[in-house]
Structure formats: structure tokens, C-alpha cells
């Protein structure tokens, strides 16, 4: 299966050396040597004869992204990563939910750091995935050069892969505005001394800031950024134990966490 958007080609990789260029192309990206790559290439081939889908982004004959899933229980499948050069993210999350439909899926899981607001906002906002599980240092340390020093906390979404994609869930929780979250009272503080989340009167919704960006604050200051991560961890755990859920992120930084009908993934 090949999808074309804007000159980009996405096809589903089966060969040898197609998982190797893959392989590569994460190790990139995370910031590993080449031999000592985030996924191997056998184990992608494996996946592969499993049943999963490698799917690669070609610029022309360039990889320029890629995308591994699974299947799980329940007609629900399961992203293990996706990377893809700016501008292509979305192309290549589409090829994975036609992928998964094609074959009776109804829902696709993945995770990600909540820290990275950028990436919130994609998969939160562009795809209309929600937050539907918060994971305290899910995999342990990380020797990468993206997240070592750090805990990995991770957030689990779940995208409605039958819903239309033109009207993202988090339209319904559009009423919390920035006014709403000014006028909220602030119920934590930071560790640069400014509020980190605010939690509306009604209790219908809390707000949370993450850095600007945690990746160049790490690499900078791996102490201080650890002191965000437990900061934001303290806010996520309790309000996801109350039965909130993280449905937006904000332009300049801030989760948007309400109370939503769906149950933990």
C-alpha cells in the first residue's frame, strides 16, 4: 500500500534492506550510534512477519519518516514510534490509520513524552488523540541521546481511528479558552517560581504548563529539568486519578485536562 501526499511517498517496508534504511533513520533521530540502533532491524523484520506494519516516507529516494504498529487485543492496535521529518508526521500517522482499517481496527494506542509540548499538541490537537493514561518512568533510565539523565514518565493516547478526522474530539472541550484558565486558580507552582497549573472553580477542568522545551533544557540542565518532570507527574497522576483526562494543548504550553466519558487505556 503506497499513499502520496504532496510529492512525499508512504509505503509499507517488507525488505531487508528497506528495515535496515529504517533502523537507521531512527537511530538518527534518538541519537544513537548507528550499531547500537533504538529498534534493530531484525527485530522490525519480525514485527513485520507478526503481523505489524514498518511504514517509511520517502522524499523523492530520501527517507524522511517512518512508523511501526502493531496489533493488540480488541480490534485496537498499538504505535511503537513514529518519527518523521517537519511537515510529514501527519502523512504518516494517516498511512498508519488506513493501515489499521483496512484490517478492522477501531482504535490505535501510543505514547509519548508529556513533556514535549510540540508533540502534544500534534497528537492531541492535529490528530484529536486523547491522554487517556499517565505511566511513571515507564521504560527506566534511557541511554539515548534524547532522554538520557531523565525519568520516562510517558502519556498514553488513544486515538478513535472511526471518527471523521476533520472534527478532532478535543473540538468539544474548546469552551476552555485562555480566559477560562486565567481566571482559575493556580494550585501549583513550578520550578521557575511562575504557576504550573490552575484548576477551574467548577472542577470541570485543570490546566498544566510544561517547559518551552524540555529537550534543550536537558541537554542544559539535566537537574532542573528532572525537577519538571516531577512537578508535572504530581499534577498528571492526581488529576487522571480523579478521572480527568488530557484532551488539548495550548499554543504556548499549557495541557488542557478535563473530565471525559472514556475509561483508562
Request: hydrophobic residues 45%; glycine residues 8%; negative net charge.
Amino acid at each position: 500500500m503506497t499513499l502520496t501526499v504532496t510529492g512525499v511517498g508512504i509505503r509499507t517496508v517488507h525488505d531487508v534492506a528497506g528495515l535496515a534504511a529504517v533502523t537507521d533513520y531512527f537511530s538518527d533521530v534518538w541519537q544513537t550510534p548507528r550499531t547500537a540502533p533504538p529498534y534493530p532491524a531484525e527485530v522490525l523484520h519480525s514485527l513485520v512477519h507478526a503481523g505489524g506494519a514498518v511504514h517509511a516516507a520517502y522524499d523523492g529516494t530520501r527517507l524522511a519518516g517512518a512508523a511501526v504498529a502493531v496489533f493488540g487485543p480488541y480490534r485496537d492496535t498499538y504505535s511503537l514510534v513514529a518519527a518523521a521529518d517537519q511537515g510529514l508526521g501527519h502523512a504518516v500517522k494517516r498511512a498508519q490509520r488506513a493501515w489499521a482499517l483496512d484490517l478492522g481496527a477501531r482504535t490505535m494506542r501510543w505514547t509519548f513524552d508529556p513533556l514535549v509540548g510540540r508533540n502534544a499538541r500534534f497528537n492531541l490537537v492535529k490528530l484529536g488523540a486523547t491522554g487517556t493514561e499517565y505511566l511513571v518512568d515507564f521504560y527506566g533510565p534511557m541511554a539515548d541521546g534524547v532522554n538520557d539523565g531523565d525519568e520516562s514518565d510517558r502519556l498514553t493516547v488513544t486515538w478513535d481511528l472511526t471518527a471523521d478526522p476533520t472534527v478532532p474530539p478535543a473540538a468539544a472541550y474548546d469552551v476552555y479558552d485562555a480566559r477560562d484558565r486565567a481566571d482559575a486558580p493556580a494550585s501549583h507552582r513550578g520550578p521557575d517560581g511562575e504557576v504550573l497549573a490552575r484548576r477551574d472553580l467548577d472542577d470541570r477542568a485543570v490546566w498544566c504548563r510544561v517547559p518551552e522545551d524540555v529537550v534543550r533544557l536537558r541537554a542544559a540542565d539535566p537537574v532542573l529539568a528532572l525537577r519538571w518532570r516531577y512537578a508535572v507527574r504530581e499534577v498528571f497522576t492526581a488529576a487522571f486519578a480523579e478521572g480527568f483526562r488530557a484532551v488539548g494543548m495550548s499554543r504556548d504550553g499549557w495541557y488542557t485536562l478535563a473530565r471525559t466519558t472514556e475509561g483508562t487505556a
